[in-house]
Nanobody, 132 residues
Framework: QVQLAASGGGVVQAGGSLRLSCVPS????????VAWFRQAPGPERGLAER?????????????YYTDSARGRVTISRDTAKNTVYLQMNELKPEDTAVYYC????????????????????WGPGTQVTVSS
């Protein structure tokens, strides 16, 4: 099954940092944009409840950040390693969530898509817990 697996989560204190990694299995995604989403604890667990945090275009020329992430989060991709990273600094308790990565359904899209339904190949997420 083709999917992207997120890793690198953990428990950190407020103000700390984490670097998440996104690695695909089954194929490369060098022609697809990749986005990081998160899902906060709660009763609703569907894809629609996942919030986009950051995204990077297939050619790494363009990045996108939500207002809550901008200035604290950096997304990057290493084509040689076929890996997308999410560096998160100044973490806050409200950043606590399961973090997922996914690839754009449209190869070489000329802009960054933000709705969750534009993304596919969801794999296992990684838990990030920020203590106060």
């Amino acid at each position: 099954q083709v999917q992207l697996a997120a890793s690198g989560g953990g428990v950190v204190q407020a103000g700390g940092s984490l670097r998440l990694s996104c690695v695909p299995s089954g194929r490369t995604f060098s022609d697809a944009g990749v986005a990081w989403f998160r899902q906060a604890p709660g009763p609703e667990r569907g894809l629609a409840e996942r919030e986009i945090i950051a995204a990077i275009s297939w050619d790494a020329d363009t990045t996108y950040y939500t207002d809550s992430a901008r200035g604290r989060v950096t997304i990057s991709r290493d084509t040689a390693k076929n890996t997308v990273y999410l560096q998160m600094n100044e973490l806050k308790p409200e950043d606590t969530a399961v973090y997922y990565c996914a690839a754009d359904r449209t190869p070489r899209r000329p802009y960054i898509a933000t709705p969750w339904y534009e993304y596919d190949y969801w794999g296992p997420g990684t838990q990030v817990t920020v203590s106060s």
